[in-house]
């Protein structure tokens, strides 16, 4: 397994997604001999994992089974341990589309934080891209290194432990793209101008509130960056269910429908919950002048 | 573009522009590239061609000026249709204004009246002045001068003003690069209808979810112009395969088009007719003779393209072709000179030749048999790594059918404009099997204006995005899988990891 390439067994020293059903799952790393516990028994590696391939049902020994899923960026983001808070698929699918991210970008992130939004990008940049991520904090750095070691991408992405704000990313006009999910972004607008190559390219900055949007806007305005635009993503997801409505006595015998007792239909309905806010996206082109 | 004439006067070195090799003068507009005019936030997609007429936004000009500047090139439309290069430090202090030193302004509108006689220009007088020539900013600056009440408007007033009157006098044009980004935003402003509706941020989802990327082997079944396989073609870089299923004659790929892929893109793209899926998932297939289909689909190749002039209909006709479309499923036939992808396609139109025509014609027959066995080969194997279906057609069937040919494990992502009909495929994909983690989704996008002072949601964009059911594909229980079942001794073997799992009902998803 890869992050960036799908393989068709398993083998030790993958992540391998353990689903068991109702959108719970949790990882592992996959190990001769070891084993891990589910509500549904044991998964013995060697075993259950180790040869198989990616997809199949694995029955554990209370009887009950799983399935063993092929890592996607999709499936880390909502397995991955938090470091910090992180950024979910729908935001980062509008995020790789705004930036015109492809297969040989290189781009420049800061923060890594937990590296959600890094393992999206180095999946579509492969397998000639490259990316810079910048962190501040030393041991979310090293943490997110070795996550990328473990996930078999590190040849993909170059990991800086500096402040972004006063060293900027380390390189310069080698980007076609810089994204920034720090507190304040305005103070890292003049190292993205730098980092981005001398022809052009695209910056979005992530934050949860519209001041800091705000001071981000000026800053880029300031530095001459063009079409210059704020926006937001809101997911809505819908259950499906049966719905049973049941039909009204209006005194019998004048109903021209037959009498069922009740109607019923399949129908979408929205979680009660939902995420209402994550952040506003804040995109813009370097102008050539 | 290969073979396009290297005269723009940076010379750049005709290098063949393939996926390992980018062109060292990539960012430079060349004779023949395909290209997006931007004026404010309006696309339109044409192809560079000298002395060739373009209209966009009540304004005809020629784009030979265009070739050799870079990209992202801001021009100024002067008479006689020629474009002349901008620089950019304009537009910028326009969007500086806001935050620019301070002008003489009123406090309030308490003391403006609307008398009708505050412009001292009349019509007859602003139109003097554009039939002179004079410059755009110039108009607007007499404009303002001879305004009585733009003194005493607020400073964000007389903002808006300025802003108001640029737009409509100062014809600026800014030529881009395609992409992704850039053609679903022109298609969902221009020609929703093609697409099905799909919103870019639909569209950015189902290429997130299908997880595209390079080397996958991609099965895409769409009816959006070919929008959809050039998003999915974009992640791709040319990296693996991807087999495009079509219904009627042939796919249509005019936006695949627009974005001026380089010709190693296309070698890996593969077709094949949705009216042999059957047979293909039976073991009946066979490519026995293609019908008179064949030629169909070499109109429908011709007539790739068609969108650089379907976007200069009106908007009235542009209403017809879509419901044609709708009718026939074919694009409607123009009859305009396109520059085909293939230099000896314009050779035969232009001789005429009606031997060498068979001949080619017979060529192209037996090269789209070659393409469809291997195709058939491709799909036989159901490897694939995701399947993506955004068409005008029921979703159930295809997705039914269709998730035969995927690898387990993987994802696929099903677009449709209305939720009911995925609430059904929904359905049916529980009762087949194979599938896990069933989400049923839509997006919701919103804008906002951010201004010192005034900054708002601009417009709240709804329910015309349309929805995507995405899922993973597993081992199908149901097809009697061989259950890895173990024998279970006591063995010595550490705990590795100890985890606790939050708690659900069932075995496995099933609905209450």
């Not at chain 1, 997801?237 to 049941?246: D, F, G, K, M």
């Not at chain 2, 100062?170 to 969902?188: D, G």
Request: charged letters at 25%; one cysteine or more; aromatic letters at 8%.
């Amino acid at each position: 397994m890869s992050f960036v390439e799908y393989e068709e067994l398993i083998k030790e020293g993958d992540t391998a997604i353990i689903f068991l059903g109702h959108g719970s799952m949790f990882p592992v790393q996959v190990q001769r001999g070891a084993q891990t516990q589910t509500k549904y028994g044991v998964i013995r590696h060697s075993a259950h994992l180790i040869g198989q391939p990616f997809g199949s049902r694995v029955t554990c020994s209370k009887g009950g089974w799983v399935y063993v899923l092929h890592p996607t960026p999709e499936l880390w983001t909502l397995n991955l341990p938090h470091r910090t808070q992180i950024l979910y698929s729908t935001d980062i699918s509008i995020i790789t589309m705004m930036l015109e991210l492809k297969p040989g970008s290189i781009v420049c992130e800061s923060g890594t934080g937990s590296g959600s939004l890094s393992h999206a990008i180095i999946r579509t940049v492969a397998p000639t891209g490259h990316l810079h991520t910048v962190e501040f904090h030393q041991q979310r750095a090293q943490k997110a290194e070795e996550e990328f070691r473990e996930h078999r991408v590190d040849r993909w992405v170059t990991v800086r432990n500096q402040d972004v704000c006063k060293n900027g990313f380390g390189v310069s006009h080698v980007a076609d793209a810089v994204f920034l999910d720090i507190p304040s972004p305005w103070e890292a607008i003049g190292h993205a101008k730098d980092a981005l190559k001398v022809e052009g390219g695209r910056l979005c900055s992530f934050s949860p509130c519209i001041e800091q949007v705000q001071r981000t806007c000026q800053a880029l305005a300031e530095h001459g960056f063009i079409e210059i635009t704020t926006l937001e993503i809101l997911l809505r997801e819908y259950n499906v269910r049966t719905a049973n409505l049941p039909l009204p006595d209006l005194g019998g015998a004048l109903d021209p429908l037959p009498v069922l007792g009740e109607a019923q239909f399949k129908i979408g309905v929205p979680l009660k919950e939902t995420v209402g806010h994550t952040g506003y996206l804040t995109f813009a082109s370097k102008s050539l002048f | 573009m290969e073979g396009a004439k290297e005269d723009g006067p940076a010379g750049c070195g005709a290098m063949e522009n393939s996926a390992e090799h980018p062109r060292q003068q990539d960012h430079l507009i060349r004779d023949g590239d395909f290209v997006v005019l931007k004026r404010e936030d309006v696309f339109k997609a044409v192809q560079v061609q000298r002395r060739k007429k373009v209209t966009f936004e009540k304004q005809w000009f020629f784009l030979d000026n265009v070739i050799g500047h870079s990209y992202g090139t801001t021009f100024e439309v002067s008479s006689g249709g020629n474009l002349q290069p901008k620089k950019m430090m304009e537009e910028i202090t326009s969007d500086m204004s806001c935050f620019s030193e301070t002008k003489e302004a009123g406090i309030d509108n308490r003391n403006i009246v609307d008398d009708g006689k505050s412009q001292k220009l009349t019509q007859d007088d602003i139109k003097a002045l554009k039939d002179k020539g004079i410059k755009g900013e110039e108009i607007v600056q007499q404009l303002i001068e001879n305004s009585t009440t733009f003194r005493d408007k607020t400073e964000f007033a007389q903002d808006k003003y300025i802003k108001k009157k640029k737009k409509k006098y100062e014809a600026i044009i800014t030529v881009v690069k395609p992409s992704t980004r850039i053609l679903s935003i022109m298609y969902y402003a221009r020609e929703p209808g093609k697409i099905n509706y799909m919103r870019y941020d639909t569209l950015a989802q189902m290429l997130t979810l299908g997880n595209i990327h390079a080397g996958n082997k991609m099965i895409v079944m769409e009816t959006c112009a070919g929008l959809v396989l050039g998003a999915v073609m974009e992640r791709m870089g040319g990296f693996g395969s991807i087999i495009q299923m079509y219904p009627g004659g042939g796919p249509v790929r005019a936006a695949t088009t627009c974005f001026g892929f380089p010709k190693s893109f296309f070698n890996s793209l593969y077709e094949f007719p949705l009216g042999k899926v059957n047979s293909l998932l039976n073991g009946t297939f066979s490519s026995q003779a293609l019908p008179s289909e064949s030629k169909d689909s070499i109109s429908v190749e011709e007539n790739n393209g068609t969108l650089l002039d379907d976007l200069q209909t009106s908007p009235k006709e542009r209403e017809e072709n879509i419901v044609e479309v709708i009718e026939n499923n074919h694009p409607p036939q123009e009859t305009m000179e396109v520059i085909s992808q293939e230099p000896e396609y314009k050779e035969h139109k232009e001789r005429g030749n009606k031997k060498d025509y068979i001949q080619e014609f017979q060529r192209k027959q037996e090269q789209q048999k070659k393409r469809q066995i291997e195709a058939a080969a491709l799909l036989n194997e159901r490897n694939a790594d995701g399947l993506i279906i955004a068409s005008r057609y029921h979703p159930t069937p295809l997705a039914l059918s269709l998730l035969e040919f995927v690898a387990p494990s993987r994802p696929f992502v099903v677009y449709c404009h209305y939720k009911e009909p995925l609430v059904e495929c929904y359905t049916k994909l529980r009762e087949r099997g194979g599938v896990i983690n069933l989400r049923l989704s839509e997006t919701w996008l919103r804008n906002y204006q951010v201004l010192p002072d005034r900054s708002h949601p601009k417009l709240m964009m709804s329910g015309g995005g349309g929805y995507l059911l995405s899922g993973i594909t597993v081992a199908n229980d149901k097809q009697k899988s061989e259950s890895c079942a173990v024998q279970l001794q006591k063995t010595e073997e550490p705990v590795a990891k100890k985890r606790k799992v939050q708690e659900s009902d069932s075995t496995l998803e099933d609905l209450p």
